[in-house]
């Protein structure tokens, strides 16, 4: 957690409404190995990071909310029997959705002001969205007293998503910003929504991040286009999700879909299975094969579900060019945002700086390197 960020939010919002806030941080993820995988019930393998939203947020009694995001310096005012979506692409939407699906589920709350900042930039791939929308739910639970659990909680910023976002996501980076545990990464079955917790720690390897700095914009239809191909497939099929089939049954259906459907489809199989190895990969303190797993898994996102991009890719190539990287991908949705690296702790340094050369000398422009420790979930700071 950034104890900065908080104190920042905590002056603000003093500042602004003379009151004490209720104080939470809400974690932004990575993803270990698991892509596209949450949305076809299958496994990911994501964390928590110490990276992620403060916010501050209290009743209010003058007659409406009000809502500050104060990265980007921008306040709205708004009545809580007049919620509707904003125009595409705004924050609001990550609290609008939020008090909406609340109040869908007849849970009654007052007026509030909230006031948050954050230190996950936009677009890395490490779910700044989830964290707003969980930092939301969760002071809205605490401030009205409304007896949501983790679950239920997670189920509405995920309708929030789904509603005011327009994004189809799964269940992975609610989850995994909700229930991060220090130090753990959570196997997480996306069916049943529970998870194992796997005591994180690589000895002389860590996880390191490189952001292309290429904003993705997951509303962009290709990440629906992608869940409802999946969903057709898994209806051809008469399965629930593609979670439920192999390699075999999808070739019974060869003639019946198009190469690239059935290329995404074969993917999230291979993906699926790729996430349970890891999961012993990583009982077995194989990081070897842990790595291996890593890089297969670009491979397909790249080649096969085709959510990479150039920029990706070259991380992605240069990490194979260093014997001291066991593996590397692109990690959430795709189309920009971060790599994932598991590098050795001594090499990775000086990786970032060749890395960072080499970038800047291909696209012209700087991508950033971040070193993450696996934290808490959403939580109460004060
Ligand atoms: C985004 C979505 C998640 C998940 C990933 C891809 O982060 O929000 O639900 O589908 O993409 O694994």
């Not at 209290?58 to 809580?80: N, P, R, V, W, Y």
């Not at 890593?294 to 190539?317: M, P, W």
Request: aromatic content about 8%.
């Amino acid at each position: 957690m950034s104890e900065i960020l908080v104190k920042e939010v905590q002056q603000k919002f003093i500042k602004t409404f003379n009151l004490e806030p209720l104080l939470i941080f809400s974690p932004g993820r990575i993803n270990i190995i698991g892509e596209h995988t949450d949305y076809n019930g299958g496994f990911v393998f994501p964390a928590a990071v110490d990276k992620g939203i403060a916010a501050g947020i209290q009743k209010s009694d003058t007659g409406s909310c009000t809502a500050i995001a104060m990265d980007l310096d921008s306040t709205i005012h708004f009545e809580l029997d007049k919620i509707k979506p904003s125009k595409e692409g705004s924050w609001e939407n990550y609290v609008f959705g939020v008090v909406a699906e609340i109040q869908n589920r007849n849970k009654v709350i007052g007026d509030f002001n909230i006031i948050f900042k954050g230190n996950i930039p936009g677009g890395a791939g490490m779910s700044s969205s989830a964290a707003l929308e969980n930092s939301v739910v969760f002071g809205l639970n605490k401030l009205f007293d409304l007896g949501l659990t983790k679950h239920e909680m997670i189920l509405i910023s995920q309708k929030a998503e789904h509603n005011y976002v327009g994004v189809n996501c799964g269940i992975m980076d609610q989850y995994a910003s909700m229930f991060g545990i220090k130090d753990h990464a959570l196997h997480l079955d996306c069916r049943t929504v529970e998870s194992k917790p796997y005591k994180i720690d690589f000895k002389e390897h860590q996880l390191m991040l490189i952001n292309t700095n290429v904003k993705h914009s997951l509303s962009d239809s290709a990440y629906n286009d992608r869940r409802s191909a999946c969903e057709s497939i898994s209806e051809l099929l008469g399965i629930k999700a593609l979670r439920d089939a192999t390699e075999e049954d999808l070739e019974t259906i060869i003639d019946k879909v198009t190469p690239s459907n059935y290329q995404k489809a074969l993917y999230v199989i291979q993906e699926n299975a790729r996430t349970i190895k890891a999961a012993k990969a990583i009982e077995n303190n194989d990081l070897e094969l842990l790595g291996s797993l890593i890089y297969q898994s670009h491979a397909g996102l790249s080649d096969q579900y085709k959510v990479s991009c150039d920029e990706l890719d070259f991380l992605v190539t240069q990490a194979k060019k260093n014997k001291y990287v066991l593996g590397a991908r692109m990690m959430g949705g795709g189309f920009g945002g971060c790599t994932i690296n598991l590098i050795a702790k001594t090499e990775a340094k000086a990786f970032a700086e060749t890395v960072a050369t080499a970038y800047k000398s291909k696209f012209d422009k700087e991508c950033s390197v971040y070193f993450i420790e696996l934290s808490q979930g959403t939580h109460l700071v004060k």
